[in-house]
């Protein structure tokens, strides 16, 4: 006997009735921290990698990635390469091994705004999945939302059916172009978005429902379920609790350990917030976009223009940290000598 309805719903997580009309999906490359939470999917980004290789939990891996760039040779620079790309598919092998869905691994930040290297990157990191028995069904590439990352995973989808994740998302601009591009899946911005909020304008906090992100993302799902495209709305990057609440209904919503443990613990009754029937019923229009449309209608918001550059900035100097850490582990000896 399981008691009666009003008790065990009463009992139920404010986690396991988000998973009623929401996919969830683990923000982090701790894959010890994923079995927990039992998330669908799962995201990595360069800076949740860094902070994972510098656990001792995960020094097999690094060791393995060191091992196959040097087994590679090459110069420094294209061992690095390679070893970081090996850490990133390690990574995702192994958190794929605790998720029945699919996991996302970045592409290298500072091709940003290079097309052809983004689209040349994403099949290495595919073969390299491949080589270790993966199927690119369960990989997410994950690419910077400037117009170049867009036209890389519209070219990626078409021709190498290679699924896209379009990360780095700040501005309804970046989402109309994603969705005319035909990608599986974007990662609008939440917390990035509430956070340059409170820096910049005069009110330092928001009720949940009148978050900015909160409100882009909103938008962005309406817009996306209005018009029938078929990307999937993955909001990301949370600062609290109250908005996953706010975006329960969206198609998935990626988030860190400690608010999934914060979610696990709250046992508040939870609604969907976000519906298709409200979406279509919403008074939004359809925008079409061209590349000189889309860089003046983004380059119109300040807060995304400016969170999209620092967010590649970021990742980039993670990706450089990361570099040296390897570089140490595959070079040091040798300096010694």
């Not at 949740?48 to 020094?59: F, N, R, T, V």
């Not at 994950?142 to 501005?171: D, P, R, Y």
């Not at 990662?187 to 978050?211: C, M, Q, Y």
């Not at 949370?238 to 999934?260: H, M, V, W, Y």
Request: net charge neutral; charged share 25%; proline share 3%.
């Amino acid at each position: 006997m399981s008691g009666s309805p009003v008790k065990r719903q009463r009992m139920e997580s404010a986690l396991d009735q988000l998973k009623q009309f929401t996919t969830v999906v683990a923000d982090t490359g701790d894959f010890h921290a994923i079995d927990e939470y039992k998330p669908q999917d799962a995201t990595t980004n360069p800076s949740l990698i860094l902070a994972a290789a510098q656990m001792p939990a995960y020094q097999e891996l690094v060791e393995e990635a060191v091992a196959h760039g040097r087994r590679l040779g090459g110069s420094r620079e294209e061992q690095i390469t390679n070893a970081t790309d090996k850490l990133f598919v390690l990574f995702g092998a192994e958190i794929l091994k605790k998720i029945p869905g699919r996991v996302s691994t970045e592409v290298d930040a500072r091709l940003s705004f290079d097309k052809d290297a983004m689209v040349a990157r994403a099949q290495r990191l595919i073969d390299l999945y491949k080589e270790a028995g993966i199927s690119k069904d369960r990989i997410l590439i994950k690419l910077s939302s400037t117009w170049e990352g867009i036209q890389a995973g519209k070219q990626l989808e078409e021709q190498h059916g290679v699924h896209c994740n379009m990360t780095l998302l700040f501005s309804f601009a970046q989402a109309v172009a994603c969705a005319e591009a035909g990608v599986t899946l974007i990662s609008p911005f939440v917390g990035r978005i509430l956070d340059w909020h409170v820096a910049n304008t005069d009110k330092k906090s928001f009720e949940p429902l009148e978050d900015p992100g909160v409100k882009s993302v909103t938008k962005i799902y309406n817009y996306y379920k209005k018009f029938g495209y078929e990307t999937v709305v993955m909001g990301a990057s949370f600062r609290n609790t109250g908005e996953i609440k706010a975006l329960a209904g969206c198609d998935f919503l990626t988030i860190s350990p400690q608010l999934l443990g914060e979610l696990l613990k709250d046992h508040s009754k939870l609604a969907p917030t976000l519906s298709v029937k409200a979406a279509q019923a919403s008074d939004l229009e359809k925008v079409h976009l061209d590349e000189k449309a889309f860089r003046w209608l983004h380059n119109e918001d300040r807060m995304a223009v400016e969170k999209l550059s620092d967010g590649i900035r970021r990742f980039a100097a993670d990706a450089v940290k990361l570099e040296r850490m390897l570089t140490e582990r595959m070079f040091s000896a040798e300096n010694g000598k």
